[in-house]
């Protein structure tokens, strides 16, 4: 039978793929709009969106909103989700082996939104769906195509809040992803 976000979603809530699901509050699905055409892919939820069950809700939440806005855009028009959809304890990187297990949820919902854009915010969602030696500090801004998918990465909302150093690199790289929508003929905003 076809996949529909509603099974997917219910599967999704109710998995114990890994050890993560024992410490989670709450499982953090996904975000936004389910027929966008861009998606943007984090590492895995923290405090506050294990929490809430929404990602990007938390600090690194609201400079991500305020990058978007620059560009046009706002969660109404993109999809937001995760590598890993369960908190990490203390915040850590997500495991491998943890990442393996959880990555078949990101593919459904990559299947079902069908974007023509993929913003991957950090290193890890970069590895995990770019190329496994993808290296966030000199491939950030740079374009790649995997089945006619345009692809990005962006330093992670997180390293921006820790190092403003990274924030000029990151305003030419929303540049570049506006630039890539108006050439694909998708909303960019102004
Ligand atoms: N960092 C992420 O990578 N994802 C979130 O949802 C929140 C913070």
Redesign the pocket.
């Known amino acids: 039978m076809a996949d529909t976000w509603e099974t997917l979603e219910r599967e999704c809530m109710a998995c114990r793929g890994c050890a993560l699901a024992e410490g989670r509050h709450t499982v953090?699905f996904g975000d936004g709009a389910r027929d966008a055409e861009i998606l943007l892919i984090?590492?895995?939820?923290?405090q506050?969106?294990d929490e809430q069950g929404i990602?990007?809700?938390?600090p690194?939440?609201q400079l991500l909103d305020d990058m978007l806005e620059i560009i046009g855009l706002d969660r109404t028009k993109v999809y937001?989700a995760?590598v890993v959809k369960c908190r990490p304890p203390g915040n850590r990187d997500p495991l491998n082996t943890e990442q393996e297990v959880c990555l078949p949820w990101l593919r459904r919902q990559t299947a079902l939104l069908r974007p023509r854009v993929i913003v991957c915010?950090?290193r890890?969602?970069a590895k995990a769906i770019i190329k496994e030696d993808f290296r966030i500090t000199a491939e950030h801004g740079q374009w790649f195509v995997r089945n006619g998918v345009q692809m990005t990465a962006l330093y992670?909302?997180?390293a921006l809040l820790r190092d403003d150093a990274k924030r000029p690199e990151t305003f030419d790289d929303l540049k570049s992803i506006q630039a890539k929508l108006r050439e694909l003929g998708l909303p960019a905003g102004r």
Not at 42 to 46: I, K, L, M
Not at 55 to 58: I, L, T
Request: proline letters at 13%.
């Open positions: 953090v984090g590492e895995g939820p923290g506050r969106e990602p990007f809700v938390g690194a939440g937001i995760n915010l950090g890890i969602a992670h909302p997180a």
